[in-house]
């Protein structure tokens, strides 16, 4: 059906994208079913399977479309192909130049690198060293440069108008947005009937083309974006009616962390999404949990913002329907991913902190332990303080870390650690001011 938009591609036009220029022509569905037809001979046409278990978690039929699955790991590639692709020669023999920390970066420099086109990159100090590995080794010139994006992205124009090169924007190019909305047009070849697609919204150019493309063949479908916390770029774009910027903080959802949502793309989008919800930390942390526990699969923050805003409750009008959770992208570094899953215990009661005061007589430790062991919980760590107490001077003040099964098992060590008297600060308490603790008796050895 898409055939006759294959046939006759135009170039690409050769000015480079602000982001917050107001955009002279809207991307068009003709171009995202181009996109499809262009890219099919590089990027993977990944699975959108039925995960039982996240759909009884949650109560409806969630399907996860495994962007993961990509060659380098995120949905980017499609964008990246697309434009590289709608290059003139010119432009394909001078080469092209893009900033990116992660995702974006990956996605140029290896399909550059497939194609020939010479790719350079300009990558903030910070960006994971992995990441800037990976890009070299697909032979991209890689220039670090900046404290945060928008340095990157100053520095990578202005290397842009020294060389001659073409820019090419992450999100807001409208080859990069026809290139993302080809998702969208496999997800409705994988999944009939469907109800509502949920999808992480950034700087936009994923949530843009999946709604232009949505919407024209499926408009009866809900396309719901979901940010993060920490950067709440859409929803202050919608509410403004044009792009402005926000400050940004830092979040496990780091490639959701772009402070000017896209020109192109919210045009594109403020009249085809239907909804927009904010995820925090913790909810992110424990849908990475969940996915690597139910689905087995690794994914990074912003990845896994789509199911954070299921599980957590802030879409209870998909009870009972058929949903798609994008699941964008899975380059979570393996220090990351460690304090990662520990947060994810933590919010999910499975891992929990306590004070209290014992004997410091023979004895008085191994009663604290015996009752943890007792409720069945396992001590992961533990740490004595003897000098900066000012309760008596046989008391030890112990600090515990204990795993547990869930949060209801967490209560019941907590119940048990207060029926036995021992003075005690639980979780988040022990932040605040402890001397409360420091003024009650110690729990002595029987």
Same mark, same amino acid.
């Not at 590089?42 to 399977?49: A, F, L, P």
């Not at 080859?175 to 496999?186: F, M, N, P, S, Y």
């Given at each position: 059906?898409?055939?006759?938009f294959f046939?006759f591609?135009?170039?690409r036009?050769?000015t480079m994208?602000?982001?917050l220029?107001?955009?002279?022509?809207p991307?068009r569905?003709?171009?995202?079913?181009?996109?499809?037809?262009?890219?099919?001979d590089g990027v993977?046409?990944t699975?959108?399977?039925?995960?039982?278990?996240?759909s009884?978690l949650c109560?409806?039929?969630?399907f996860f479309?495994k962007e993961?699955?990509q060659?380098?790991?995120?949905?980017?590639?499609r964008?990246? @192909?697309n434009?590289?692709?709608?290059? !003139?020669?010119?432009? @394909?023999a001078k080469?092209?130049?893009?900033?990116?920390?992660?995702?974006?970066a990956?996605?140029?420099?290896?399909?550059g690198?497939?194609?020939?086109?010479?790719?350079h990159?300009?990558?903030? !100090?910070?960006?994971?060293?992995t990441k800037?590995? =990976?890009?070299?080794e697909?032979?991209?010139?890689?220039?670090?440069?900046g404290?945060n994006?928008?340095e990157?992205?100053d520095?990578a124009?202005?290397i842009c108008?020294e060389l001659?090169?073409?820019?090419i924007?992450g999100?807001?190019?409208?080859d990069?947005?026809?290139?993302?909305?080809t998702?969208?047009?496999e997800?409705?070849d994988q999944v009939?009937d469907?109800?509502?697609?949920?999808?992480?919204?950034?700087?936009g150019?994923?949530?843009a083309?999946?709604?232009?493309?949505i919407?024209t063949?499926r408009?009866e479908?809900?396309?719901?974006?979901?940010?993060?916390?920490?950067?709440?770029?859409?929803?202050?774009?919608?509410?403004?009616?044009?792009?402005?910027?926000?400050?940004?903080?830092? !979040?496990?959802?780091?490639g959701?962390?772009?402070?000017?949502?896209?020109?192109?793309?919210?045009q594109?989008?403020?009249?085809?999404?239907?909804k927009?919800?904010?995820?925090?930390?913790?909810?992110?942390a424990?849908?990475?949990l969940?996915?690597?526990?139910?689905?087995k699969?690794?994914?990074?923050g912003?990845?896994?913002?789509?199911?954070a805003a299921l599980?957590s409750?802030?879409l209870p009008?998909?009870?009972g329907?058929?949903?798609?959770c994008?699941l964008?992208?899975? =380059?979570i570094?393996?220090t990351?991913?460690?304090?990662?899953?520990?947060?994810?215990l933590a919010?999910?009661? @499975?891992l929990v902190?306590?004070?209290c005061?014992?004997?410091?007589?023979p004895g008085?430790l191994?009663?604290?332990?015996?009752?943890?062991?007792g409720v069945?919980?396992?001590?992961k760590?533990?740490?004595?303080e003897?000098?900066?107490?000012?309760?008596?001077?046989a008391?030890v003040?112990?600090?515990c870390?204990v795993?547990?099964?869930?949060?209801?098992?967490?209560?019941?060590l907590h119940?048990a650690?207060l029926k036995?008297?021992?003075?005690?600060v639980w979780?988040?308490q022990m932040?605040? =001011?402890?001397t409360c603790?420091?003024?009650?008796e110690?729990?002595?050895?029987?």
């Amino acid at each position: 059906v898409f055939f006759f938009f294959f046939c006759f591609p135009a170039p690409r036009p050769a000015t480079m994208e602000d982001e917050l220029e107001v955009p002279a022509e809207p991307v068009r569905f003709e171009d995202v079913s181009r996109a499809k037809y262009r890219i099919s001979d590089g990027v993977v046409m990944t699975n959108c399977s039925k995960s039982h278990l996240v759909s009884k978690l949650c109560g409806m039929e969630i399907f996860f479309k495994k962007e993961i699955y990509q060659r380098t790991g995120s949905f980017k590639e499609r964008g990246a @192909r697309n434009a590289l692709k709608r290059l !003139t020669p010119e432009q @394909r023999a001078k080469g092209v130049i893009a900033a990116s920390a992660g995702n974006h970066a990956l996605g140029m420099a290896y399909h550059g690198q497939l194609l020939g086109i010479p790719v350079h990159l300009v990558m903030p !100090t910070f960006a994971p060293l992995t990441k800037v590995h =990976n890009c070299r080794e697909f032979g991209a010139h890689v220039t670090l440069h900046g404290a945060n994006f928008g340095e990157a992205m100053d520095r990578a124009k202005e290397i842009c108008a020294e060389l001659g090169l073409q820019y090419i924007n992450g999100y807001d190019d409208p080859d990069i947005i026809a290139g993302q909305g080809t998702v969208a047009l496999e997800i409705l070849d994988q999944v009939n009937d469907l109800d509502a697609v949920v999808v992480p919204a950034g700087g936009g150019g994923l949530i843009a083309g999946i709604s232009l493309a949505i919407k024209t063949l499926r408009p009866e479908v809900t396309v719901i974006g979901v940010e993060a916390q920490s950067c709440p770029s859409f929803s202050r774009a919608l509410a403004a009616g044009r792009p402005v910027r926000v400050p940004v903080s830092s !979040t496990l959802a780091d490639g959701l962390a772009v402070p000017v949502f896209g020109s192109n793309a919210l045009q594109i989008a403020k009249s085809r999404v239907d909804k927009v919800v904010i995820v925090n930390e913790k909810e992110i942390a424990i849908s990475i949990l969940r996915l690597i526990e139910l689905e087995k699969n690794i994914v990074e923050g912003a990845g896994a913002a789509g199911l954070a805003a299921l599980i957590s409750g802030k879409l209870p009008e998909l009870k009972g329907k058929k949903v798609v959770c994008i699941l964008c992208g899975g =380059n979570i570094d393996t220090t990351v991913l460690g304090r990662v899953m520990e947060r994810g215990l933590a919010a999910d009661g @499975r891992l929990v902190r306590f004070m209290c005061s014992v004997s410091d007589r023979p004895g008085g430790l191994s009663e604290l332990m015996a009752l943890i062991s007792g409720v069945g919980a396992s001590v992961k760590d533990v740490f004595h303080e003897r000098a900066w107490i000012e309760s008596d001077i046989a008391s030890v003040q112990v600090k515990c870390v204990v795993e547990t099964r869930d949060s209801e098992h967490a209560e019941e060590l907590h119940a048990a650690l207060l029926k036995k008297g021992y003075p005690l600060v639980w979780g988040a308490q022990m932040s605040e =001011n402890l001397t409360c603790l420091q003024s009650q008796e110690p729990h002595a050895s029987q």
